[in-house]
């Protein structure tokens, strides 16, 4: 005859079947994520590649010099050599110019130079033609505020002499021949440029005509005679060679005053 069961047993054991079923249940696998470990520092290797490597110099330190050329244009890195060999001329003097110095001055790669002039007669006889160009615009300017030939004539001798005084190191650059190559374009179209206003000046002195590339020997000659005479007077002025003179004057008279009388003094005793 078979037992009667209480409902409270059967509950005890239906729970504990279901817990050992449980027990022995296979584990689910877990939806979170795995939790990632810390990446491991990797050394730095020993040498970049070369597409990405920066320009360093012989030592291993980034080159200075290169990162402010690379923010220059082609143009612009050009002028500012110029700007910098202008500094170096007006400072240390032609001695002291070299396409090293350039380069240092400017800020730029030691190649610089050389890539845009060639060598250092290149840099300054396109040195020399800014000063020339310059040299010429100052003339042409006084020469504007002048009403007759003969008054236009003397202002550009005043400006003449003017430039040379303010930009000493430039003009003895700019009538240094052994030093300039006379066939650079960019010097050979400044000078023709100022030589075209002084045969333009002796031309109007003369009231004809005066074509700079042909010249009678009339012509050719006031030419010669006009520009010895400013350009000796400048040169002898710059070397400290009128001092002596200067200081025999009555007190009051300057170079300029000077010069002024050299430019009207007659040639020929007074009568």
Known sequence: MAKLRSPARDKATAARAKVKKAAMAPKKASTKAPRKAAPKAVPAPKAASKTSAPQTSPLGVRSSARRA??????????????????????????????????????????????????????????????????????MVAAAAGAATPLEQAAARARAYLAYARAHPAMYLLMFRTERLDLNRPALRDATNAAFAGLTGTIGDLRREAVDSQSLSLDQAAGIVRAWSLVHGYTTLLLDGRLAEILQRLPPGVDAETLFGAVLTAPLRPPA
């Open 69 to 138: 050329e690379v923010r220059y244009h082609h143009h612009a890195l050009r002028d500012t050599l110029l700007v910098a060999a202008e500094r170096i001329l007006e400072r240390d003097g032609l001695a002291g110019l070299t396409l090293r110095a350039t380069a240092r001055e400017a800020g730029v790669s030691h190649a610089a130079p050389t890539h845009h002039f060639g060598d250092l007669t290149g840099l300054v006889s396109d040195l020399a033609a800014i000063g020339f160009a310059r040299f010429n615009a100052a």
